[in-house]
């Protein structure tokens, strides 16, 4: 079984245009789509999924949510400095609140996108390797890999096992690129509003299906 599973919820607005819906009406109907570079599209439609998002904040906390029920951790990865400050504190309430839970992990990834966060953790680990050089701490002055990796904003995670994008789009669009390399990709033609728990099972049974090739690229690193 898969440890790591992470989506690309593509084809919220396509799902709108599709039913004939109002604008945002597709995000809603996927729940919401904080994935990749969503602060570049129209004001409008920023403003109403970050709207969207801190109505699902709130929702998450309930008593009778599947988080409390599952005892889900929930963490946020991006820079969520750009965020309002309404939804950047119902985060923080979120990540706080659920810090202790020992359920499964849910991770979303929102302001993101993988080149910040790889410059992100290459300039933290520059800044702590100076320190370390200043303080006497250390008198190596160049970067290893596991000094990015601890600067990520997913470390402590493991990297993804499989990755779902729906919609049928092939492209990673600049998502968790440096957690997989060995990653098995998967591209369902089902738009993300649309997605259900047999596409979910399906993905898993195609995983399982490609294990051997994925040993094998461990193995040899390829």
């Not at 963490?75 to 939804?87: A, H, K, Q, T, Y």
């Not at 997913?154 to 919609?167: L, N, Q």
Request: aromatic share 8%; net charge positive; glycine share 4%.
């Amino acid at each position: 079984m898969p440890t790591h599973v992470a989506f690309i919820m593509d084809g919220n607005r396509r799902f709108t245009r599709i039913r004939k819906m109002e604008t945002g009406a597709g995000h809603r109907a996927g729940l919401t789509s904080l994935i990749i570079d969503n602060f570049r599209r129209k004001p409008e439609e920023v403003e109403h999924v970050m709207n969207l998002m801190l109505e699902k904040l709130e929702n998450l906390l309930e008593e009778e949510s599947l988080v409390t029920k599952y005892r889900v951790r929930v963490n946020f990865w991006g820079n969520l400095r750009m965020l309002s400050e309404p939804v950047r504190l119902a985060i923080e309430k979120a990540m706080a609140a659920t810090s202790a839970n020992t359920g499964p992990v849910l991770s979303v990834c929102v302001a993101y996108t993988s080149t910040a966060e790889i410059t992100h953790a290459v300039e933290e680990s520059c800044r702590e390797r100076l320190k370390a050089v200043q303080e006497g701490r250390s008198s190596v002055a160049t970067l290893s890999v596991k000094d990015v990796e601890r600067s990520l904003y997913t470390a402590g995670c493991p990297d993804p096992d499989v990755v779902i994008r729906t919609s049928g789009e092939t492209r990673l669009s600049n998502f968790l690129l440096w957690q997989t390399s060995i990653t098995h990709l998967q591209n369902p033609s089902v738009l993300w509003p649309g997605f259900s728990i047999r596409h979910l099972v399906w993905s898993i049974l195609e995983y399982q299906r490609a294990q051997p090739y994925l040993e094998k690229r461990k193995r040899f690193n390829f």
